[in-house]
């Protein structure tokens, strides 16, 4: 709708009546008092105003006024609104490589919208061409071509620029879009009769043409009826099994000339367990089938025995359905008499042995007086290799847990399990002892440290001034070995005892005082530092230990640690260091450093009257 040549003014009437549609009023331009334009009532007349009743009569009665001079039109989206002109051409696309053809026809299709002049082309579907097809151009307005030059199609209107129109497309022009040449060779009835009425074609300028020939889509066409079994195409081949069967439900005749031994035998077949030894052959192997011959047509089928994980690949047949031929000029062909257990038979060039066969076949047999041997053996004796795994000797880096896992857990070897509760009870439990080296004459001492929680040791030398030898760490935390090849556990940690570490003789002298407390408490790891079995132990041989603090000991009778050791040497007690220890710290609880010898007569006796309770 256009608007009258006449200017709008925002008035300001009050309760003029001219507000009763709630809108501004379209008035003529001219100076106060301002005078109220009329109503048109003919299209002639664009001076006045048109109304809003008007309007609202004029769509009740479906008149159209705009625009509102006898020369209007409707617009070209409503005149044209969903006209699509179609015309069908083709073009030629040369073919390089190729011995069958040397171009081939493509046909499309040109959509024309009327509307806004674009163009859409589709291009015709062919089946089993390999070559993408569908939209060739999508639907937009384009350019024509001048000079030679490239066209293009453009989204973009241009003043300058000239455009393919319907009076392009006349039956038997050649039109360049994008440097192909399409040929228009006819196009659909609507068209014909529209550019006949609005644009003055003849009917030379719609009269039809023929699209060329095209021989490779021609012949490509035969190829696929004989493939596609269309009726009354020969394609030399046998009718599917079930196609003959299906069309015989449906009430084709079929010959019962060879009826007889179906109705006979139906789907009886004989089995038979065949083996291929194809060894003699690079790559080859010993293969297993099952062979079906079928009494009712004489046919045998070959059908592969599937082992899970055997690395072939599970095709479901060697040999389909079908006659087997012998071997020669292909006129013979095997029957079951020719079927025997040992027998070797020719399967296509195959060399295979009937090996077994089932309790049935052999019923058969036996019923025409041929007696079967016994079945052979389907899997040849093959001597087994016995292979043992040697462990690598461990050099050096890492712990040996983790180099025994590289040799057994495979390409990522996950990390070694630790006994979790072992580790979180002795976390922190760390054994330490003072040592000697004993092939060095230089009294160097060590202090060895032994942690329980994962059954390592470390080696540490305290720096001694003047001696001429740097102090530090000797050995690094790690798991140490004995000659034998086992580790040293916390039981072997106890004073007096000889640790063979690196081709070096530690001996250990002693223990400080939370060493010892740990040992005496945990009497079931550490025997040595039980108390109640050094007793034991001493307590047969109380009186020669009596005897003995009385013949040597006066005065005082007070004892030191090395008396206690040259007593339990003299009286020929089985006692080591670390139980003679054992022993004195439970005499000398205030670490005096002496005390009687009564008060070990005297602890020997309250432990024999406990005992004999």
Not at 316 to 332: A, F, H, I, V
Request: aromatic share 10%; charged share 30%.
């Amino acid at each position: 709708m256009v608007n009258s040549p006449v200017q709008r003014h925002d008035l300001s009437l009050g309760d003029s009546p001219l507000l009763q549609f709630g809108r501004p009023t379209t008035v003529p331009s001219m100076d106060p008092p301002f005078v109220l334009s009329k109503e048109v009532n003919t299209p002639n007349d664009v001076s006045g105003r048109y109304s809003l009743l008007r309007q609202k009569r004029d769509r009740e009665n479906n008149q159209i006024a705009l625009p509102f001079c006898p020369e209007s039109r409707l617009p070209s989206f409503l005149e044209h609104d969903r006209r699509v002109l179609l015309f069908n051409v083709y073009y030629e696309e040369t073919v390089l490589q190729s011995a069958t053809e040397d171009k081939r026809i493509m046909k499309c299709k040109i959509f024309f919208y009327v509307e806004d002049g674009t163009i859409e082309i589709i291009q015709t579907k062919q089946d089993n061409s390999g070559i993408p097809q569908g939209v060739f151009l999508t639907r937009k307005r384009v350019q024509k071509i001048f000079g030679g030059g490239r066209g293009a199609a453009v989204d973009t209107d241009d003043v300058d620029t000239e455009y393919y129109e319907i009076d392009d497309f006349k039956i038997g022009n050649d039109v360049e879009i994008y440097s192909r040449i399409f040929h228009i060779v006819d196009c659909n009835e609507s068209t014909k009769n529209y550019v006949m009425e609005h644009h003055g074609w003849n009917q030379g300028d719609v009269a039809p043409l023929s699209f060329p020939r095209d021989s490779f889509a021609e012949g490509n066409k035969a190829k696929m009826q004989k493939e596609s079994g269309v009726p009354g195409v020969d394609r030399k081949r046998k009718m599917h099994d079930l196609k003959e069967v299906m069309e015989s439900m449906l009430g084709k005749q079929v010959s019962t000339t060879d009826r007889g031994a179906f109705l006979t035998f139906g789907q009886e077949a004989l089995c038979f367990h065949i083996i291929w030894d194809d060894r003699e052959r690079l790559y080859g192997d010993i293969q297993y089938y099952r062979l079906f011959y079928y009494l009712a047509d004489d046919n045998i089928e070959i059908q592969p025995i599937l082992k899970k994980n055997d690395g072939k690949y599970a095709f479901p047949k060697l040999l389909k359905r079908m006659k087997l031929p012998k071997p020669g000029n292909g006129s013979e062909y095997y029957s079951w008499k020719d079927l025997c257990i040992g027998k070797v038979i020719d399967i296509f060039g195959r060399s295979m042995q009937l090996a077994t066969c089932d309790l049935s076949t052999r019923e058969h047999y036996k019923s025409h007086g041929i007696m079967l041997k016994s079945d052979m053996p389907l899997e040849p004796e093959i001597e087994k290799i016995k292979c043992v795994r040697q462990i690598p000797p461990y050099n050096g880096f890492g712990s040996e847990e983790d180099s025994l896992r590289s040799c057994t857990g495979g390409i990522n070897p996950p990390p070694a399990k630790r006994d979790i509760t072992v580790v979180r009870e002795k976390l922190g439990v760390i054994l330490r002892f003072n040592a000697c080296l004993l092939s060095d004459e230089t009294n160097r001492r060590f202090v060895i440290q032994y942690f329980m929680e994962n059954d390592t040791m470390s080696i540490q030398e305290p720096p001694i001034q003047n001696s001429g030898i740097m102090g530090g760490k000797f050995l690094s935390r790690g798991v140490v070995k004995k000659n034998d090849g086992d580790i040293y556990l916390a039981t072997d940690m106890y004073t007096g005892n000889v640790l063979d570490i690196m081709c070096h003789q530690f001996e250990l002298l002693n223990a400080d005082e939370y060493s010892y407390r740990l040992m005496e408490n945990d009497s079931k790891t550490f025997l040595l530092s039980s108390y109640a079995n050094v007793i034991a132990k001493i307590e047969s041989r109380k009186d020669d230990i009596c005897k003995y603090f009385a013949t040597e000991y006066s005065g005082e009778n007070k004892i030191t640690f090395d008396d206690l050791s040259t007593c339990s040497e003299r009286v020929v007690l089985s006692l080591n260091k670390q139980e003679i220890l054992t022993l004195w710290r439970k005499l000398d609880k205030r670490r005096k450093g002496k005390v009687s010898f009564t008060k070990l007569i005297k602890l020997l006796e309250s432990e024999s009257h406990q005992n004999a309770v």
